[in-house]
């Protein structure tokens, strides 16, 4: 038995990649790995266990955000603001060769800042953007690439379902690491437009400029940009409440939808039967998203249980290098987590375990939390389950095979390695903002 007690840990990896490789959905599968290896270690006494690490989940005050964000992004979505930036945002960049990828990138980085869900960014830059890409043949590869890469945004561009998650597991300011994430998020925007400027350089035939007698006029482009204030006083909204101290992030989430339902009723973009569809589907994935909580909470409440943590933590603590060995060490923990898991469900099992031993190392804990959620948003183009991959092929259906998929996330994949080097040399770029915001 003591046998077993000792690899425990690693058996319950090994039973949740079998059960995803599988196919059983991740909160199902974490949830019976959990309540499995309970009933092995402890037998029918693990169910007050199980149902305190629940309840202590659920029960989270800062976890109200959620939803709240959610409902926000499907009324968004339904308002069709997404295609309304994107012709704005297509109308000043069209003379620039590469244009079209470069607004894919800046339409990515808003739907992110008023949404805040990766899912929203790339199945509908997926809808509207690839067609006009592909009218004006440009490079498949870079195409599908720079939808993923610009639709993933959301997750380090405040406000952020993850970030509100990690900041109620692990202590860190929320509000703190939004500011954070929005410095990480405008180096990684310049990161993926001069890629496309060096694209443009060696091969410009991949990513053509419109036509003169296609470009608008200076007028239509001024025109344009009407569509953009309704989104900018939005954001306004959501982030100055936060960064000012007026308002919480669970209460700013609560500002921004109902900014976004009364900015959809005076632009005549929302209507009862809308509203009343997005709450719907609010509440259908706010369900999803709870179930993947308590499955997490289970898992890691017997994975701590059952000593994990603490082997984690000794092989951090004995690898090669001292505090950049541990560094790289949670690294490479994360990215290998990051290939099969969800993201909330990466955050409820890595962050308990992983944040403690960085922070112990020496590190600062904002730091680590931007550089967490920069290597979280790689996790999203990662196979084997990468899931903006699979957003992506929902959006695409039979047009793409899913092989030109996988292949177009290398390059962006490493554009990313190339942001996470960049903050681990330079900290000062994750913590610019939130050390202007919060000088003391």
Same mark, same amino acid.
């Not at 990828?101 to 805040?116: D, E, K, Q």
């Not at 239509?220 to 900018?232: G, Q, R, T, V």
């Not at 669970?250 to 009723?265: D, H, K, R």
């Given at each position: 038995m003591e046998l077993i007690f000792d690899y425990a840990p690693i058996g319950m990896f090994v039973l949740l990649l079998f059960l995803l490789f599988l196919?059983?959905?991740?909160?199902?599968?974490? &949830?019976? $790995? +959990? =309540?499995?290896?309970?009933? *092995?270690?402890? %037998?029918?006494?693990? /169910?007050?266990?199980l149902t305190s690490g629940a309840w202590g989940v659920m029960n989270n005050y800062t976890l109200i955000a959620i939803p709240l964000f959610i409902l926000m992004s499907i009324l968004l979505e339904k308002s069709n603001i997404i295609s309304e930036l994107f012709d704005a945002v297509y109308k000043w960049s069209g003379g620039l060769r590469g244009?079209?990828?470069?607004?894919?990138?800046?339409?990515?980085?808003?739907?992110?800042?008023?949404?805040?869900?990766?899912?929203a960014g790339v199945i509908g830059l997926g809808l509207i953007a690839l067609p006009h890409m592909r009218r004006y043949k440009y490079n498949e590869n870079l195409s599908l690439g720079t939808?993923?890469?610009?639709?993933?945004?959301?997750?380090?561009?405040?406000?952020?379902?993850?970030?509100?998650?990690?900041? &109620?597991? $692990? +202590? =860190?300011?929320?509000?703190? *690491?939004?500011? %954070?994430?929005?410095? /990480?998020?405008?180096?990684?925007?310049?990161?993926?437009?001069?890629?496309?400027?060096?694209?443009?350089?060696?091969?410009?035939?991949?990513?053509p400029a419109l036509a003169k007698e296609e470009r608008v006029s200076l007028k239509e482009k001024l025109n344009s940009i009407k569509s953009l204030i309704l989104p900018m006083i939005l954001i306004l909204l959501v982030l100055g409440s936060i960064f000012t101290g007026v308002a919480t992030p669970t209460e700013s989430a609560s500002v921004g939808v109902a900014g976004t339902i009364l900015i959809g009723i005076f632009s005549k973009r929302l209507n009862w039967q809308k509203i009343r569809d997005a709450i719907f589907e609010s509440s259908k994935?706010?369900?999803?998203?709870?179930?993947?909580?308590?499955?997490?909470?289970?898992?890691?409440?017997?994975?701590?249980?059952?000593g994990g943590n603490q082997m984690v933590s000794e092989l951090a603590s004995n690898v090669y290098g001292g505090k950049w060995?541990?560094?790289?060490?949670?690294?490479?923990?994360?990215i290998i987590l990051g290939m099969f898991l969800e993201t909330m469900a990466l955050i409820m099992l890595a962050a308990p375990i992983i944040t403690p031993?960085?922070?112990?190392?020496?590190?600062?804990?904002?730091?680590?939390?931007?550089?967490?959620?920069?290597?979280?948003?790689?996790?999203?183009?990662?196979p084997p389950f990468g899931f903006a991959i699979f957003y992506l092929k929902s959006a695409v259906g039979e047009k793409v095979k899913i092989g030109k998929i996988y292949k177009?996330?290398?390059?962006?994949?490493?554009?990313?390695?190339?942001?996470?080097?960049?903050?681990?040399?330079?900290?000062?770029?994750?913590?610019?903002?939130?050390?202007?915001?919060?000088?003391?």
């Amino acid at each position: 038995m003591e046998l077993i007690f000792d690899y425990a840990p690693i058996g319950m990896f090994v039973l949740l990649l079998f059960l995803l490789f599988l196919g059983v959905p991740i909160a199902f599968s974490l &949830a019976f $790995t +959990g =309540v499995c290896y309970a009933l *092995l270690m402890w %037998g029918y006494d693990s /169910a007050a266990l199980l149902t305190s690490g629940a309840w202590g989940v659920m029960n989270n005050y800062t976890l109200i955000a959620i939803p709240l964000f959610i409902l926000m992004s499907i009324l968004l979505e339904k308002s069709n603001i997404i295609s309304e930036l994107f012709d704005a945002v297509y109308k000043w960049s069209g003379g620039l060769r590469g244009g079209i990828a470069i607004t894919v990138i800046i339409v990515g980085a808003i739907i992110g800042s008023i949404s805040g869900v990766v899912a929203a960014g790339v199945i509908g830059l997926g809808l509207i953007a690839l067609p006009h890409m592909r009218r004006y043949k440009y490079n498949e590869n870079l195409s599908l690439g720079t939808i993923m890469g610009g639709g993933t945004l959301g997750q380090i561009i405040p406000p952020n379902l993850n970030m509100v998650l990690y900041g &109620a597991i $692990t +202590g =860190v300011s929320i509000s703190n *690491l939004f500011a %954070g994430g929005l410095g /990480a998020g405008i180096l990684l925007i310049l990161i993926f437009i001069i890629y496309i400027f060096i694209i443009a350089y060696i091969k410009p035939s991949s990513v053509p400029a419109l036509a003169k007698e296609e470009r608008v006029s200076l007028k239509e482009k001024l025109n344009s940009i009407k569509s953009l204030i309704l989104p900018m006083i939005l954001i306004l909204l959501v982030l100055g409440s936060i960064f000012t101290g007026v308002a919480t992030p669970t209460e700013s989430a609560s500002v921004g939808v109902a900014g976004t339902i009364l900015i959809g009723i005076f632009s005549k973009r929302l209507n009862w039967q809308k509203i009343r569809d997005a709450i719907f589907e609010s509440s259908k994935m706010t369900g999803m998203v709870a179930w993947i909580l308590i499955g997490a909470a289970t898992f890691s409440t017997v994975f701590s249980g059952i000593g994990g943590n603490q082997m984690v933590s000794e092989l951090a603590s004995n690898v090669y290098g001292g505090k950049w060995g541990v560094l790289f060490f949670a690294i490479l923990f994360i990215i290998i987590l990051g290939m099969f898991l969800e993201t909330m469900a990466l955050i409820m099992l890595a962050a308990p375990i992983i944040t403690p031993v960085v922070v112990e190392a020496g590190f600062d804990p904002l730091w680590w939390a931007v550089l967490f959620m920069v290597i979280l948003q790689m996790a999203f183009l990662t196979p084997p389950f990468g899931f903006a991959i699979f957003y992506l092929k929902s959006a695409v259906g039979e047009k793409v095979k899913i092989g030109k998929i996988y292949k177009a996330t290398l390059p962006f994949i490493c554009l990313q390695l190339i942001a996470i080097i960049l903050i681990i040399l330079f900290p000062v770029l994750a913590t610019w903002l939130p050390d202007i915001l919060n000088p003391e």
